[in-house]
C-alpha cells in the first residue's frame, strides 16, 4: 500500500507561481512513477507531468516550458513547480504513483488539491 499526500493548492493571479507537493508513505520501495495529474471542471483527469525511479520526467505539451516536476527521494516527496501559470490551468490537481511490475502495477491517488487561476 502507498499513501499520498498532497499539499499547496491555492488561488493565484495568471502569470503567478505556485509549487505543489506531494509526500508519499507505505511502500516507497515498490514506486516505479509518480505523477501529477488535473481534473478541470466537465473534463477528464489528465496528466501533467511524470517522473520515473531514475528521474526521467515528461510532460503535457499545455505545461512544458512553464511546469517542473522533481523528487527529493529522502524526503519521499514529489513536486510540481508551477509558474507562468494560466486560467485554463485551474483545475484539481492529483498526484499518482504506480508501483513496479513485481508489485502489481497498482495505482495510487492522492485526495486532490484545488488550484484555481484568476485574476
Known amino acids: 500500500q502507498v499513501q499520498l499526500l498532497e499539499s499547496g493548492g491555492d488561488l493565484v493571479q495568471p502569470g503567478g507561481s505556485l509549487r505543489l507537493s506531494c509526500a508519499a508513505s507505505?511502500?516507497?520501495?515498490?514506486?516505479?512513477?509518480m505523477g501529477w495529474y488535473r481534473q478541470a471542471p466537465g473534463k477528464e483527469r489528465e496528466s501533467v507531468a511524470t517522473i520515473t525511479s531514475s528521474g526521467t520526467t515528461a510532460y503535457a505539451d499545455s505545461v512544458k516550458g512553464r511546469f517542473t516536476i522533481s523528487r527529493d527521494n529522502a524526503k519521499n516527496t514529489v513536486y510540481l513547480q508551477m509558474n507562468s501559470l494560466k486560467p485554463e490551468d485551474t483545475a484539481v490537481y492529483y498526484c499518482?504513483?504506480?508501483?513496479?511490475?513485481?508489485?502489481?502495477?497498482?495505482?495510487?491517488w492522492g485526495q486532490g488539491t484545488q488550484v484555481i487561476v484568476s485574476s
Open positions: 499518482n504513483a504506480l508501483t513496479k511490475p513485481s508489485f502489481g502495477s497498482r495505482r495510487y
Open positions: 507505505g511502500s516507497i520501495s515498490s514506486i516505479n512513477r
